[in-house]
């Protein structure tokens, strides 16, 4: 499985000093109980701090639904963003809005939710609210992805959290996308909202789980 080049740091790092903590002790000889089972212990605390991040920064290979080869979602399908589960769905007058909430245990990739074009990417500083706290949405520091389909426009909204403290985009405005490509990434847990058209039909609820680039969340 391929690993997100973002989460190197985070593996190298603490596998290294893992490592160090129970070589060099057992290389030294220390003859202090008490230090080397403390060593030990950091050690092992830090491998498996370096393997959950092996994990969280993986990168599966998807097959975007509607096909492996075109990268289309099929004709009038929208697709989930992210991985994670619903946790509502809110319309206004002039659009519908989908929230999802990742956990630590969801792979954090971004995908593009249909074909288009990447009208603009903006990033807006703010707060760390966990994302279940309605301030979030709003407050929360984020990256707003907007892209411009065939059938209008839709707004990725990566959304900081209490953990999540850093939103990478790896668009730009110009960019042309294919259903299902890959748009960005958050560190650590988060939420992402998808704003779409009124016009959408929205075929999750609250509590299912999604995939990105492989669930259909709704059609237009």
Known sequence: M??????FPFIIVPLLAGLGFIVIPCALGLGIP???YV??????????FA???AFFFRD???IVNGGADTGTAGAGLILSPCNGTVLEIEETETEKILRVFLSIFNVHLQRSPVAGTVRDVAHKDGKFYAAWNPLAQSENEQNIITIEGNAGVFVVRQIAGFLARRCVSWVKAGDELRAGDKIGLIKFS??????MPKGAEITVKAGDKVRAGVTPVGTI
């Open 34 to 36: 008490a230090l080397f």
């Open 39 to 48: 060593c030990l212990a950091a050690g092992i605390i830090l491998i498996i």
């Open 60 to 62: 599966p290979k998807i």
């Open 2 to 7: 391929k690993i997100i080049k973002e989460g």
């Open 190 to 195: 988060s939420q992402v909202d998808l704003h």
């Open 51 to 53: 393997l959950f991040c």
